[in-house]
């Protein structure tokens, strides 16, 4: 019997899977910066949402594991990034943290697809620094200053530099030995990189970009000038910390949701000592559709507080399953 509907064969009900291998070719730095800004904006619009986060300590392998989900009406975009971080993968050859992301029929809720999540979270991290860059930083940023040396770093530099003329890149790192990451990655964009004190890195850095996972706050807010564009990209669960609670109360502040900024992003600890509330926070949507003043003047320090939303990963797996489709190299499993 022939099945209407998404992902339906004459009559079998199948659904589609991306393959992690295969996204890398699939999406690229201006498809997810792209598919990022316009769903900043259906959320600002309240088009899209994103539902209540679960993140648990599930008492195996030392795994923290968890589901952001969403649904955006706009774009049709219903499912959920499932996964965590498990710290003994590197020793089995895999990656600590582990996504994938399930993309369901908004009309009937069947299991439309499954799409790797893994390079999907580090392009689409990254295009909401980018997004932030583009929208509220200094159109003459000259330098800019990477705080973490991460496998995130190298995706943020990527995609940063690819909004603003920038002409040199500084870096600090907790863990020294890695900044090789950060030196690779700007020769391979083709400009300099130097090695700097969090002092150094604080005056000479148009734009800065905090991408750890630290506990404690790195920069302080009498290193960073006036003018400034920070993006806080490293803080995405309760206790996590960059920046000096100071500097989040001294800076015009945006985030992507306001309800997870004051709960497990950057703004959590100046929330938290009485510092600013919720009113302070400006979704960046708002000022991606004009609803909201972005930066005011040349002098006023901007900080996004980018705390990671479920929509971000619907919006960049529903282009790369369209891509996959498009290119005929979605695999169809009967389901
Ligand atoms: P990684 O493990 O590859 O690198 C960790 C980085 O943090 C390194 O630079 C390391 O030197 C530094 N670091 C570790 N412990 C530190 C400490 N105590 N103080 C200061 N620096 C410390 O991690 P990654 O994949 O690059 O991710 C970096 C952070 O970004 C993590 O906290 C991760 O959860 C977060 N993240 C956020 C989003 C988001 O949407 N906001 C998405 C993905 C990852």
């Known amino acids: 019997m022939p099945v209407a509907g998404v992902g339906a064969r004459q009559g079998v009900l199948i659904m589609l899977v991306v393959p992690e291998r295969i996204i890398p070719e699939l999406i690229d730095r201006a498809c997810a910066f792209g598919a990022v800004e316009s769903v900043f904006g259906a959320m600002a619009r309240g088009d899209a949402r994103n539902f209540p986060v679960i993140r648990e300590d599930i008492g195996h392998a030392d795994a923290l594991y968890g589901f952001k989900s969403g649904f955006d009406r706009a774009g049709l975009a219903l499912g959920l990034k499932s996964g965590g971080y498990w710290p003994g993968n590197e020793a089995r050859g895999l990656t600590n943290h582990q996504s994938t992301v399930c993309l369901f029929d908004a009309d009937t809720g069947r299991l439309k697809a499954v799409v790797g999540g893994n390079y999907l979270t580090a392009i689409r991290t990254a295009a909401a620094s980018a997004v932030s860059i583009a929208h509220l930083s200094r159109p003459d940023s000259r330098v800019l200053g990477m705080i973490g040396a991460g496998h995130q770093s190298a995706f943020q530099m990527r995609a940063a530099c690819e909004q603003r003329d920038f002409e040199k890149v500084v870096g600090w790192n907790l863990h020294p030995e890695m900044l090789s990451r950060l030196a690779d990655t700007a020769a391979g964009i083709g400009l300099p990189f130097e090695e700097a004190s969090l002092d150094e890195l604080g005056a000479q850095a148009d734009v800065i970009i905090t991408i750890t996972s630290s506990f ?46 004051v709960s497990l992003g950057e703004c959590q600890h100046a929330v938290a000592a009485g510092m600013i509330g919720a009113g302070d926070i400006t979704e960046i949507g708002a000022v991606i559709n004009g609803t909201a003043p972005g930066r005011r003047s040349d002098d006023e320090i901007t900080l996004f507080d980018g705390t990671g939303v479920a929509l971000q990963d619907l919006a960049v797996a529903t282009a790369a399953l369209e891509r996959a489709q498009a290119r005929g190299k979605a695999l169809e499993v009967d389901f």
């Open 216 to 261: 404690a706050p790195i920069l302080k807010a009498a290193q960073v000038r006036p003018g400034t564009h920070v993006a806080c990209m490293g803080t995405d669960t309760v206790g996590k910390q960059e920046v000096e609670a100071e500097l989040v109360a001294r800076a015009r502040l945006f985030t992507d949701e306001v309800a997870q900024s």
